[in-house]
């Protein structure tokens, strides 16, 4: 019983490629607005995989800018110190100011990252509702 399993099995993966590329030089309507729909959907998950790079290297860039800030107010802690300022004070305004640049680059690319995945998600059903239009239009032909 497994051997037939596994046959079959091993048949339906060989021969999936072939019923892609038969659904695709299909003239079946239902077929090719299907074909068309999962083009646009898999547009879609591409332009967010894209966005999703897009988002993470900006956000380690900024925690990258961050750390470098926090380094260089650690510096200026040390100089008003030696100025006779206190160094705590110094360092945790300059860290708040650093940690509210290093929140408005997040909040930037949380939003940039939200607009793309909008737009990739509008495209995807403008031609999804094109490829529906077209299969009724082809039935009642």
Known sequence: MNKIVNILATLALLSSP???QAATTSTDPIVQGRVAMSDAEK???AEVKAARKEYSASKSQAKAELA???KENAAKAKAAAAEGKDALV???ELDAASS???KAKIKAADEKLGAN???SKSAM???KAEATEKME???KK
């Open 43 to 45: 547009a879609k998950k």
């Open 137 to 139: 239009k082809d039935l």
């Open 100 to 102: 509210a640049t290093y």
């Open 125 to 127: 059903n403008e031609k």
């Open 18 to 20: 072939y019923a892609v």
């Open 117 to 119: 995945k909008k737009a």
């Open 90 to 92: 110094v360092k945790r």
């Open 68 to 70: 470098a800030e926090k």
